[in-house]
């Protein structure tokens, strides 16, 4: 069903089994899990899907190393298994992840874990070789027989700097161990959705509709394209507002104090010198305030953050100076050699962690982990329960999704029937597993849908196997490369448009492609994606140019971009 199709549905059957309030990776993964197992489930979203602090992530799928120290191994385990399974499910996405850590000091940090473990330290400090080896050994230990990644390396000073030629001479060691890279995160959460509303005809998701108020047994919802309002019955709602699941607690007369959510930033940065010195390597270490902090390879570009700090409202997440100047004097501690300033920088970006509000003194000492807050009963003046997904990281998010499935399905009273440990995502599904098979994949699919190869090789990294309904697509008219983006072709955009719920010209420059966290738009560009998304979408010239001057402002005010 199309958006207005959803609509008219709800209009004349407003009855819902489950109203999941937010479209980030928590109320996706939800919204998967219960489409497999034949619930039917709306989701709305009230800005783009997977642009809250699902669009912020450092791209990283893993096991949280650091988190050992702080005692949490069962979220290490967790996060480590799930990692395995991202890596399996989607492997055009999520990418082995070589993580190098250099270390400047031997001894440092010994104290840390033990004093942590019996309360006596919440500041963090930076962690020498030693600690580093036995964070590392428990890390591969937890990696166990699934091996899915080899085990961690040391290596000496000599070795590292013959590796690694532009690395701060001031370090005693490097070590290596593997992790896994998101590279698209948007992209996944969307294929995520699309997966779970291929599997039911009444599983249904809406981006730009929001969660305006609520009572008794219904939920009041505005769509923000139109501003008309609808009313949902739910038997149960889902409350997975990440940042924003207090704010959204009140709006259905209830008080909640489960988040104390703290900002990260993060810079991408044009360097042809450093995009090199780092290969296909992740730099992660501690700086000398203890922050952890990471040097990242995306794409051509580099990918540096990221900060921690406490904000009180989601909405004043923004980028700052001060975190720029951190980020930029922390690569010239590894790399003091290769100039890096503020002209490199090509977008920049930032979002609230949904953390579990904590009496903790540094922020980075919170957990990571997630839990399910329940508010029921008479004095909710709701008939219904709400379900706070609390905490999480991308990484954990289908064994998070998991467990919320299941309190559901039970609330529900009906029997879990499938799950999604082993199921794969998007174009993730059928993917050839070496460079061989991905040649071959390659050509017969050349043949058969008439596609050149080169052409198909592009698609194919953008969208795995999807690449297959994509080139079918393209094929079913005529077609012409886009002038200002000679890599993709009308009938590409046109299909997104029409399968990707693509409502804004920033939803697709900036969650269905890679177009603006990689420094290519030009306001020449927006003026071209405007007239395609325009013809698509009925826009008139009027709309186009709010569009325009919308995406505009979201570029400056949120990125940084001077177009
Ligand atoms: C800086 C940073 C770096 C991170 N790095 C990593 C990493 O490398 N790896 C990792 O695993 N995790 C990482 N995380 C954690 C991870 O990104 C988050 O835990 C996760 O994305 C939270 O997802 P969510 O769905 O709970 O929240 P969100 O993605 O914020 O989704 C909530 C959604 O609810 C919507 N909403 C709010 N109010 C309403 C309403 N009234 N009606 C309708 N919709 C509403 C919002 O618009 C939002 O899109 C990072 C997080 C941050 C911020």
């Known amino acids: 069903m199309n958006r207005k199709e959803i609509l008219s549905a709800l209009k004349n059957k407003p009855a819902v089994s489950v109203l999941i309030i937010g479209g980030g990776i928590n109320g996706i993964g939800t919204f998967r899990d219960l489409s497999l197992n034949g619930v ?16 912020a992530s450092s791209h990283k799928a893993h096991g949280g190393i650091r988190y050992l120290e702080n005692g949490e191994f069962r979220l290490v385990r967790e996060a480590v298994r799930e990692r395995n399974l991202l890596l399996q499910n989607a492997p055009h996405v999520v990418k082995p992840l070589p993580t190098t850590i250099p270390i400047f000091k031997r001894f440092s940090g010994l104290l840390n874990a033990p004093l942590k473990f019996v309360g006596m330290l919440d500041e963090p400090s930076e962690r020498g070789s030693i ?4 964070g590392l050994m428990m890390y591969d230990a937890y990696t166990g027989r699934q091996r899915t990644i080899p085990k961690h390396q040391f290596f000496s000073r000599k070795k590292s700097l013959k590796k690694w030629k532009y690395l701060s001479a001031k370090i005693i ?18 294929e995520l ?16 509709v929001s969660m305006v108020g609520g009572s008794d047994d219904t939920i009041i919802l505005r769509d923000e394209l139109t501003d008309a309002n609808y ?3 739910p038997k149960l709602v889902i409350n997975a507002a990440g940042p924003w699941i207090d704010f959204t607690n009140r709006k ?28 296909e390597n992740e730099f992660f270490f501690e700086n000398e305030d203890g922050r952890i902090v990471l040097i990242f390879p995306l794409y051509d570009h580099i990918l540096i953050g990221t900060s921690d700090i406490p904000v009180e409202h989601p909405d004043e997440a923004y980028c700052t100076d001060e975190e720029i100047d951190y980020f930029l004097k922390l690569t010239s501690r590894i790399f003091p050699s290769l100039k890096l ?18 009496t903790t003194k540094s922020a980075s000492e919170v957990s990571r982990d997630h839990s399910i807050e329940v508010l029921s009963g008479d004095w909710t003046n709701l008939r219904f329960p709400v379900y706070s997904l609390v905490g999480g990281k991308w990484t954990s998010f289908r064994a998070f999704s998991e467990q919320v499935t299941d309190k559901a399905l039970a609330y529900l009273g009906l029997a879990r029937q499938k799950d999604t440990r082993s199921l794969p995502i998007g174009g993730g599904r059928s993917y050839p597993r070496d460079p061989d098979e991905i040649s071959r994949h390659i050509e017969s699919l050349s043949a058969w849908t008439g596609v050149a190869r080169e052409r198909l090789k ?11 309904t994509v080139a079918t697509y393209l094929n079913g008219g005529t077609d012409f490369i886009v002038k200002t983006l000679p890599d993709f072709t009308l009938r590409e955009i046109v299909f997104l448009v029409q399968h990707e719920k693509i409502c804004h010209l920033d939803d697709f420059l900036l969650r269905r492609s890679m177009l603006a966290m990689t420094g290519r738009i030009t306001r020449e560009m927006i003026e071209e994606l405007a007239k395609i998304l325009g013809n698509v979408l009925g826009w008139n010239e009027e709309q186009r140019a709010v569009e325009v001057q919308r995406t505009l402002s979201i570029l400056t005010d949120r990125h940084g971009l001077r177009l």
């Not at 039917?40 to 669009?55: I, M, N, T, Y």
């Not at 959705?193 to 730009?208: G, P, T, V």
């Open 341 to 358: 300033t503020r002209e490199n920088i090509i977008f920049q970006f930032s979002g609230v962690r949904p953390l579990p509000r904590s």
């Open 252 to 279: 259905l007369g209830l008080s909640s104090r489960f988040i104390g959510g703290t900002k990260g930033s993060h810079i991408v940065v044009r360097h042809a010198e450093l995009r090199q010195a780092i290969g």
């Open 458 to 468: 592009v698609l194919f990294e953008r969208y795995g196997t999807r690449a297959e």
């Open 173 to 190: 060691n490097t070590a290596v161990y593997y992790d896994g890279a998101i590279l698209q995160p948007e992209r996944l959460a969307v």
């Open 193 to 208: 959705l699309l997966d779970a509303e291929s599997e039911k005809s009444n599983a249904r998701a809406l981006n730009y």
């Open 231 to 233: 009313d949902v019955h």
């Open 131 to 134: 600690v580093i080896k036995l």
């Open 40 to 55: 039917d489930v709306l989701l709305v979203e009230r800005g783009d899907f997977c642009s809250g602090a699902s669009a």
